[in-house]
């Protein structure tokens, strides 16, 4: 009876031991990663911390810095990076945009986990000699926390950044090459319809003193100068110039085959080209910025405030 008794409760306990396994397995799921956010710009706030000057100025820095030197450098701000550690964190973020450019492995990138309290900054492989382990952590120590523990996020993040900035100018990196993005479409519909415009209208200027050929040159020339000033990109300057010339070039052969007293000297066609609607100052990436391709081998430093 009691050999009876003894497997009964051997049986009872391990049915028990079961269904308890079962029960907090699915009570408490493994709990999902943070999802890395999308690269929609050189800062992404996913708390709302910052303010939209705030991001506008970080981004603009953070702009000419690339241009300049030719490193990437974004800051993220996410609300948790549990159940991850935010270096587990900060290393699939890495990984995933892939900043700074392609064997050069000249990007970094400022965590900041807001609810968690705890920041990091995260180095690509090209910058390990500058933004050492230790440089990396003075940084966050002696220039972000401080701020962050008086609650002025966007003093810390915006010195922390300018520190970083400072450092990595000291290391001797590759020249960067002339941009070839194609930027933001936004910027890039206003100058195709004054493209347009100009060819037709105000080419026809240069084309009454100079020829057809020459003429659709210069008006190309010149629709590719304005660009590459307004948009900074070689590639979208070179492609409108292009159709500039084409364009120029074909409008002049069909007024050459109308009536006479049907053409128009096109004075009228000159208001198309003031670009009043251009905004080469915007402040904000609007998508357009994506990571260079570079590496990162979990370099850098952590912290908390």
């Known amino acids: 009876m009691t050999a009876r008794l003894w497997r009964v409760c051997s049986a009872f306990l391990l049915c028990s031991i079961l269904q308890l396994a079962l029960l907090l397995a699915f009570a408490f799921p493994a709990a999902a990663d943070v999802a890395v956010p999308q690269l929609t710009g050189r800062v992404v706030d996913q708390t709302g911390t910052l303010s939209s000057g705030d991001i506008a100025a970080l981004t603009q820095k953070l702009r000419d810095f690339e241009m300049r030197k030719g490193s990437q450098v974004a800051?993220?701000?996410v609300p948790t990076t549990?159940?991850?550690t935010i270096e587990q964190f900060s290393i699939r973020v890495a990984e995933a945009w892939k900043l700074g450019r392609k064997k050069v492995d000249d990007g970094a990138i400022l965590v900041v986990a807001k609810n968690d309290r705890h920041l990091r900054i995260e180095v690509g492989y090209g910058l390990e000699g500058a933004l050492t382990d230790v440089t990396s952590r003075r940084i966050i120590d002696?220039?972000?926390?401080?701020?962050?523990?008086?609650?002025?996020?966007?003093?810390?993040i915006s010195d922390g950044v300018d520190r970083m900035i400072r450092v990595i100018d000291g290391e001797p990196l590759p020249v960067p090459s002339p941009t070839v993005n194609f930027g933001n479409l936004d910027d890039i519909a206003p100058l195709f319809?004054?493209?347009?415009?100009?060819?037709?209208?105000?080419?026809?200027?240069?084309?009454?003193?100079?020829?057809?050929l020459l003429g659709s040159l210069a008006t190309g020339g010149i629709i590719a100068a304005l660009s590459w000033l307004i948009l900074g990109s070689f590639a979208i300057a070179l492609a409108l110039g292009a159709l500039g010339f084409v364009i120029g070039f074909i409008a002049d052969l069909f007024s050459a085959m109308a009536p006479s007293s049907g053409r128009s000297r096109g004075g009228s066609w000159s208001s198309g080209s003031s670009g009043g609607g251009w905004s080469s100052g915007s402040s904000s990436d609007s998508g357009?910025?994506?990571?260079?391709?570079?590496?990162?081998?979990?370099?850098?430093a952590s912290g908390s405030w």
């Open 142 to 156: 002696e220039i972000i926390t401080p701020k962050f523990r008086t609650g002025d996020f966007s003093g810390g």
């Open 82 to 84: 549990q159940p991850e």
């Open 288 to 300: 357009s910025f994506s990571g260079g391709g570079g590496s990162f081998g979990g370099g850098g």
């Open 193 to 212: 319809i004054v493209t347009l415009f100009a060819s037709i209208g105000v080419g026809g200027f240069f084309r009454a003193m100079l020829g057809r």
């Open 75 to 77: 800051v993220l701000i």
